[in-house]
């Protein structure tokens, strides 16, 4: 349990690194360091697939913001109200962490998840989908319509940047 | 317990990156962050003590596994994310050549 714990403090550091550091070199890669944190933890929580995605992930996301900003000429930002988001911050932490404390009395204990549905699919997955690894075959076959609309997302979002970065070529032509 | 309230103030870090920062990739980084925190409460839900990873073993014994559930979501949330991260991405760059730069506070024409 202690381990757990561990690593969360490591990530929340690194977070608070990204955010205040004012390199944004710097900041993307602390970002990365935190990334690479959640896939140790997924690691240690026993979901290996997720570890694995997670780290290509990270990787990918790492090259499209260095992308973004190396080259960029970075200014320095100077403090303006920040006692204001300070405050307001704050009070949204603790409303938050009040309704949180409520909401977790609902559920069970860290440690011992309750598996409605869980177990059922354990159960039927080498019988129905002859599959040895149980997340794979949810993701394939018992939810395999949310995976449909995953890879339509992705599709989307790849058309989206596509159209958003080509319109800058078509207007630089235009203005040579 | 203690591993809920770490991973609460870890959302509450990235929602405060988004609120207080001016720059465009902090508010970004921002987004990233809490995004991380969600996907991990999910997973610390499913988790039981003393289990393995939801692998069937050969002699096909399912002795205790963790919860598989959560895991197939947040593979689907992780792969969403990576879209969302590079439209956004787009978006500040595109946002960078019109105005020459990353903070918000300095594009006029964005006031309403």
């Not at chain 1, 100077?78 to 988001?85: C, S, T, V």
């Not at chain 1, 039927?124 to 018992?142: G, M, P, Q, Y």
Request: with cysteine; charged share 15%.
């Amino acid at each position: 349990m202690l381990v757990f714990n561990i690593v969360l403090v490591l990530m929340i550091i690194g977070a608070i690194i990204a955010m205040e550091i004012k390199d944004l070199l710097s900041s993307v890669i602390a970002l990365g360091a935190v990334g690479m944190g959640l896939s140790l933890q997924f690691l240690l929580l026993k979901a290996p697939d997720l570890a694995i995605t997670q780290l290509v992930v990270e990787i990918l996301v790492l090259v499209i913001l260095i992308r973004a900003t190396i080259g960029r000429n970075i200014e320095k930002e100077y403090p303006k109200n920040k006692f204001r988001y300070l405050i307001s911050g704050l009070i949204f932490l603790i409303l938050f962490l009040w309704f949180g404390i409520k909401a977790l009395n609902d559920l069970p204990k860290f440690g011992s998840a309750l598996m409605n549905m869980g177990s059922r699919y354990i159960a039927e997955a080498k019988d129905k989908t002859s599959a040895v690894n149980v997340v794979s075959a949810i993701i394939l076959d018992f939810r395999g319509y949310d995976t449909l609309g995953e890879v339509t997302i992705l599709f989307a979002s790849v058309l989206g940047v596509l159209s958003v970065l080509r319109m800058t070529k078509v207007k630089k032509r235009i203005d040579k | 317990m203690t591993v809920y309230f770490l991973c609460f103030m870890l959302f509450g870090i990235g929602i405060y990156c988004i609120l207080a920062k001016a720059n465009i990739v902090k508010k970004i980084i921002g987004f990233g962050i809490s995004e991380y925190a969600i996907n991990l409460f999910f997973i610390l839900l499913g988790y039981r003590v003393k289990s393995e990873a939801p692998i069937l073993v050969k002699d096909g014994s399912a002795v205790n596994f963790v919860d598989p559930l959560p895991q197939a979501l947040i593979l689907t949330s992780i792969v969403i994310g990576l879209g969302i991260t590079a439209l956004m991405v787009a978006l500040a760059i595109r946002l960078y050549e019109k105005y020459g730069t990353f903070d918000i506070s300095k594009m006029r024409s964005l006031k309403g």
